[in-house]
């Protein structure tokens, strides 16, 4: 009984531990119990995109942000610029992919910039 529940214990950590590591300008990363490699040029673009969507500041009027201390601040916050023309409210909408059961792929979706 009891190594039934240690090994039951072991499989749960192993579920929420990620580890991500870099071997020979390769980078290994292992999600909910699988190791994954990620090729450096895979790295190396995606450092780039992030970058680059960094210099571009949106020209956006948001509500102040007032902290209450409880614990849907962030939900409430997100409820608020989506009364606003243009944005929807993304937070606590989960998504799953092969990766994780369960992402939040972002808090607020907002007017984009023309193209």
């Avoid at 190396?44 to 020209?59: G, S, W």
């Avoid at 409880?70 to 606003?84: G, I, P, S, T």
Wanted: charged letters at 30%; glycine letters at 6%.
């Amino acid at each position: 009984m009891i190594r039934q529940l240690r090994n039951q214990i072991a499989w749960q950590v192993d579920q929420w531990i990620s580890f991500e590591t870099e071997v020979d300008h390769s980078t290994y990363c292992c999600r909910q119990g699988e190791w994954f490699r990620i090729g450096e040029q895979f790295v190396e673009q995606i450092r780039t995109q992030v970058a680059e969507l960094l210099t571009h500041r949106p020209d956006l009027d948001l509500p102040t942000w007032v902290l209450t201390g409880k614990q849907d601040d962030e939900h409430r916050y997100c409820e608020l610029v989506a009364e606003q023309a243009g944005f929807e409210c993304l937070d606590r909408d989960m998504a799953k992919t092969r990766f994780n059961r369960r992402l939040e792929l972002g808090d607020l979706l907002g007017p984009g910039r023309p193209s």
